[in-house]
């Protein structure tokens, strides 16, 4: 589990074809490894890797086909940004918000303008994710724990203050970006304790399955 909060700004060392899937080296800037043993897990943009080898500037982490086909990591060059953040230990503040590194999708920036001292940003989700994306909740782009200011249909709006810019990724967004987005935890389990209730397991949450069951007006 993570909280969103990135801890450092690393670089991608090395990409290396490996039995039909990648072996990533990762350099890790200014992330405090001294408490990092091989097998912990360390979220990449959001992306939850394992620790396969610890090289002192950083670690190794293999990457399976099931990540590659469903997160950026295929967008991944030699000197590529990622978000860093270790996993959560039980006396770990809370800044954020229950992130699992389970990436449920890719997005992509449409615009990005400034506001006073902030950059609001526009994201298109994938169609199916959007249900799951609600005004002033809580939502993680690339590993960052951020606040949804406005949602219209699958896209959504995003604040980001100067300390986020200056300390992740996001100040090198530019529109047709793709990024790693997970949706609040809560949501998705929220769904399926509904369908499962509901005997309609499979069918997913629509607008009018919200209707009939009382949680959206016609």
């Not at 801890?7 to 039909?20: D, Y």
């Not at 890797?49 to 950083?58: E, I």
Request: charged share 25%.
């Amino acid at each position: 589990m993570f909280t969103g909060i990135i801890e450092s700004i690393g670089r991608i060392a090395k990409v290396e074809p490996c039995g039909g899937d990648i072996r990533l080296e990762v350099e890790t800037g200014t992330l405090d490894l001294s408490d990092v043993q091989i097998g912990d897990s360390i979220a990449c943009n959001g992306v939850c890797l394992t620790a396969t080898q610890l090289t002192g500037k950083g670690f190794w982490a293999d990457v399976s086909q099931e990540s590659l086909e469903h997160t950026t990591i295929p967008n991944w060059k030699v000197g590529s940004g990622i978000n860093l953040e270790k996993a959560l230990t039980a006396n770990s503040r809370l800044g954020g918000h229950i992130v699992s590194g389970h990436v449920d999708g890719v997005g992509t920036v449409i615009s990005r303008r400034k506001d006073a001292r902030s950059e609001r940003f526009t994201i298109a989700a994938p169609d199916d994710l959007a249900p799951y994306i609600a005004q002033k909740g809580s939502i993680t782009v690339d590993g960052t724990s951020l606040t949804v200011n406005k949602v219209s249909g699958s896209e959504f709006e995003l604040n980001i203050v100067p300390h986020t810019l200056e300390h992740t990724i996001i100040g090198d967004y530019q529109a047709g970006r793709e990024v790693n987005l997970e949706v609040d935890v809560i949501a998705r389990y929220l769904e399926r304790l509904l369908l499962a209730r509901s005997g309609d397991e499979g069918k997913g949450i629509s607008m009018e399955f919200l209707a009939e069951h009382g949680f959206a007006k016609d």
